[in-house]
C-alpha cells in the first residue's frame, strides 16, 4: 500500500486512483463486514434499510447495485423480491460476497463510470458507501442516469461531515485519530482507514453533490440525514418520457 496518503487523496489521474482503491479493498476485505459494523456502531445496518422508506416499491423490478462490496445492500434488494445486479471492481470483494450468500442475483466486475448495460435498464439503482471513492464523479452520474429507465431512481447512502458543529468536531477526532486505530487494530491496514477517514473530510459537500446530479438530468433530489448528520441518503429520478 502506498504511503502518501495526501497524494492518494489529491491524485487527479483517474485510472491511478482507480487502481490504488481497487488495491485498497481488495486488501480489507477479511474483516471489512466487522469493521463496517464496529465503526458505525451497527448503524450502517439501519441506515441500508432506511434507504426503501423513501423509494418505490422495487418487487418484481430489475434493479443494480453498485460498489455493491460483499454484498448487504444487495440482499436486501433480493429480499424485496427485485431482481438484482451487483456490480463492484473489487474481485475479492464479489468473490466474498458470493461466499456468504449475500449475492443472490448477479454479481458484475466493472468500472462505475462505464458500466456494461443497455440504456433504460433498471428502475433503480442504489451506491452504499461508495461514491466517494469514484474518481470521476461527474462520469458515474451520467452513466447510472443512461442504465436508469425512465421514471428510475438512483438512491445513494454515504458518510458526510455532519452540519452542527459540536458533533462535527467530535466526528472530525473520531475520523482521524479512532477509525484508523480501530481500522488498523482489526484488520492490520491501518493506511486504508486513514485513507477512507480522509475521503469522508474531503468529499464535495451536499450541496455541490445536488447541483451536479440536476446538472445532468435528475430531479427531485431530496436528502435524508441519518443519525445526527453523519451519513445521508439521497434519493433522486429520471423523469419520466
Request: hydrophobic residues 40%.
Amino acid at each position: 500500500m502506498p504511503t502518501n496518503i495526501s497524494y492518494e487523496i489529491n491524485n487527479k489521474k483517474p485510472e491511478d486512483k482507480k487502481l490504488f482503491i481497487r488495491k485498497m479493498f481488495d486488501s480489507i476485505v477479511p474483516t471489512y463486514d466487522l469493521l463496517n459494523h464496529v465503526l458505525s456502531f451497527g448503524t450502517d445496518i439501519l441506515w441500508r434499510k432506511n434507504i426503501f422508506r423513501h423509494t418505490k416499491k422495487i418487487k418484481g423490478k430489475t434493479v443494480i447495485d453498485i460498489c455493491c462490496g460483499t454484498g448487504d445492500l444487495s440482499l436486501i434488494l433480493y429480499n424485496k423480491g427485485s431482481k438484482v445486479v451487483s456490480l463492484d471492481f473489487s474481485l475479492n470483494m464479489l468473490e466474498k460476497g458470493v461466499t456468504k450468500n449475500a449475492l443472490r442475483g448477479h454479481p458484475v466486475s466493472a468500472d462505475a463510470c462505464w458500466m456494461p448495460f443497455k440504456s433504460n435498464s433498471f428502475a433503480l439503482a442504489t451506491i452504499a458507501f461508495g461514491i466517494r471513492n469514484i474518481p470521476d464523479i461527474d462520469n458515474f452520474i451520467q452513466d447510472v442516469f443512461r442504465i436508469l429507465a425512465p421514471g428510475g431512481e438512483l438512491a445513494i447512502l454515504e458518510l458526510v461531515r455532519p452540519e452542527n458543529r459540536i458533533i462535527g468536531k467530535i466526528h472530525y477526532y473520531y475520523l482521524g485519530a479512532m477509525l484508523p486505530l480501530i481500522g488498523g487494530i482489526i484488520s492490520g491496514r491501518k493506511l486504508a482507514y486513514q485513507y477512507l477517514a480522509k475521503t469522508i473530510n474531503t468529499f464535495i459537500d451536499q450541496s455541490e453533490l445536488k447541483t451536479m446530479l440536476k446538472k445532468y438530468g435528475f430531479k427531485n433530489v431530496a436528502f435524508y440525514p441519518q443519525t445526527l448528520g453523519v451519513a445521508t441518503i439521497i434519493v433522486c429520478e429520471k423523469e419520466m418520457l
